[in-house]
């Protein structure tokens, strides 16, 4: 079963967005995955995605609510196949994070997008609901490039 750790910088905003969006795609497609998200930073680890996040899933008839913010472990570059930045930024501080003997596969989300190969997905922390719901359909798209590449 194939397993994919969505990584951002906090685990509030777009990584819960990413599992959300690539969890419910996947149950659509009766694929079974083994999906969680983290951040690369520790300021929000036990709390829920940001409210914004939580209603912009819902408004696509997906529950976040549930997720809970956690750092990236040492033990995610072995335990996951895919670890998969949402920005340039954390795609450089896995690659830093990195333990020798790694084996999960490191990448940022939009290079599963056609033509958005080593784009990062805006950040909507400091935006408003357009922002997120913004985010959702950046993310969802890239949900389609994965589910071509995993099934």
């Not at 659509?28 to 829920?48: I, R």
Request: proline content about 5%; aromatic content about 4%; glycine content about 10%.
């Amino acid at each position: 079963m194939p397993s994919l750790l969505f990584v951002c910088l906090g685990n509030i905003c777009r990584s819960p967005l990413a599992e959300g969006a690539l969890r419910h795609a996947a149950q659509q497609h009766g694929l079974d995955l083994t999906l969680d998200s983290a951040g690369t930073g520790d300021w929000h680890v036990g709390q829920p995605p940001d409210p914004r996040a939580i209603a912009a899933a819902r408004r696509n008839g997906v529950d976040i609510s549930g997720l809970r913010a956690r750092q990236v472990t040492v033990d995610d570059f072995t335990c996951f196949d895919h670890l998969i930045a949402l920005d340039r930024q954390n795609l450089a501080d896995l690659r830093r994070l990195a333990p020798a003997g790694a084996t999960a596969r490191l990448s940022l989300l939009n290079d599963h997008v056609p033509g958005s190969k080593g784009q990062g997905v805006a950040d909507p922390y400091t935006g408003t609901d357009a922002d997120f719901d913004q985010t959702w359909a950046e993310v969802t798209a890239a949900t389609e490039g994965l589910l071509r590449v995993l099934s």
